[in-house]
C-alpha cells in the first residue's frame, strides 16, 4: 500500500565524506562520460547520459539493470553553482510522472568533499524508501571512483 506523505516527510537528505576535490566531485555529476561511470545503483549500469548543463538545460539518464530492463530519469536544471551546488528536478518517464526536486551541495572538508544530497516532493513513502536506497547504490559507486566505497 503507498502512504501518503505529509510535507514535512516527503524528503529523504544522504551525506557523504568523499576523498576527493569538490572540482572532481562536481565533474563526476556533470559529464556524461564520468556519470556513466556510477549514476546506477547496485548491479545496474548506465549505458547513456544526455546533459545540457545550465539552468533550464536538460538533462536524461538511462539505468539498464542485468536482465536488460531500462529505467529512464529525466528533468531540468533549475541552478548550477560549479563545484558547489546542482539543483534539478525528477522524473521517471513511464506510466508514474511525478516530479521531484534534487539538491546537491560540495562542501569542502579539508582534502575531502562532503557531498550533502536533498532529495523532496515525494508523493508516497514507498517512493522516498526507493529512492533512498537508490541513492545509497549509486554514491556507494561514486566513492569508489575516489578509492573509497
Given at each position: 500500500m503507498i502512504q501518503p506523505l505529509k510535507d514535512d516527510n516527503a524528503r529523504?537528505?544522504?551525506?557523504?565524506?568523499?576523498?576527493?576535490?569538490?572540482?572532481?566531485?562536481?565533474?563526476?555529476?556533470?559529464?556524461?562520460?564520468?556519470?556513466?561511470?556510477?549514476?546506477?545503483?547496485?548491479?545496474?549500469?548506465?549505458?547513456?547520459?544526455?546533459?545540457?548543463?545550465?539552468?533550464?538545460?536538460?538533462?536524461?539518464?538511462?539505468?539498464?539493470e542485468p536482465g536488460g530492463a531500462t529505467r529512464v530519469t529525466h528533468g531540468t536544471y533549475r541552478e548550477v553553482v560549479p563545484n558547489e551546488r546542482l539543483v534539478f528536478t525528477w522524473g521517471w518517464e513511464g506510466p508514474d510522472r511525478h516530479e521531484t526536486l534534487v539538491t546537491v551541495e560540495l562542501r569542502s572538508r579539508g582534502e575531502d568533499t562532503e557531498l550533502v544530497l536533498v532529495h523532496e516532493r515525494f508523493a508516497s513513502a514507498e517512493s522516498r524508501e526507493q529512492h533512498l536506497q537508490g541513492w545509497g547504490g549509486c554514491l556507494d559507486k561514486l566513492a569508489g571512483l575516489f578509492g573509497r566505497a
Open positions: 529523504l537528505e544522504v551525506r557523504r565524506l568523499l576523498p576527493a576535490s569538490r572540482e572532481k566531485v562536481f565533474d563526476a555529476w556533470t559529464r556524461p562520460d564520468r556519470m556513466r561511470q556510477w549514476f546506477a545503483p547496485g548491479p545496474m549500469s548506465c549505458p547513456r547520459v544526455e546533459v545540457d548543463l545550465r539552468p533550464g538545460g536538460a538533462y536524461r539518464i538511462e539505468m539498464q
